[in-house]
Nanobody
Framework: QVQLVESGGGLVQAGDSLTLSCAAS????????LGWFRQTPGTKRQFVAG????????DYADSVNGRFTISRDNVKKTFYLQMNSLKPEDTAVYYC????????????????WGQGTQVTVTS
């Protein structure tokens, strides 16, 4: 099992950058695929980015591809979402997630979740 705690959310302006962190505790992190989802009021959580256990493979939602970068540090047991060129439509609660699998399930069927961190982008 792993426990996840996000940090780094906040209020920024369009065009700014922000980095979210997710600190993990529990099992060896290498065993898990990791990812980020986001959710706005009244909508389902949507996949944002995922990374394999080794970090060799990443994938992104089309809406963030080229602007966001997911990375992981298995020694520090922390993973990150670097968000550049932020847009107002990126405003959401961001959740980190972990799955005991080779990749994150894009539909959200992953075992472990953080509590969420708010990102607000003003125009």
């Amino acid at each position: 099992q792993v426990q996840l705690v996000e940090s780094g959310g906040g209020l920024v302006q369009a065009g700014d950058s922000l980095t979210l962190s997710c600190a993990a505790s529990g099992d060896t992190l290498n065993w898990y695929a990791l990812g980020w989802f986001r959710q706005t009021p009244g909508t389902k959580r949507q996949f944002v980015a995922g990374i394999s256990g080794s970090g060799a493979r990443t994938d992104y939602a089309d809406s963030v591809n080229g602007r966001f970068t997911i990375s992981r540090d298995n020694v520090k047991k922390t993973f990150y979402l670097q968000m550049n060129s932020l847009k107002p439509e990126d405003t959401a609660v961001y959740y980190c997630t972990a799955a005991y699998a080779s990749r994150i399930n894009h539909d959200g069927d992953n075992e472990y979740w953080g509590q969420g961190t708010q990102v607000t982008v003003t125009s």
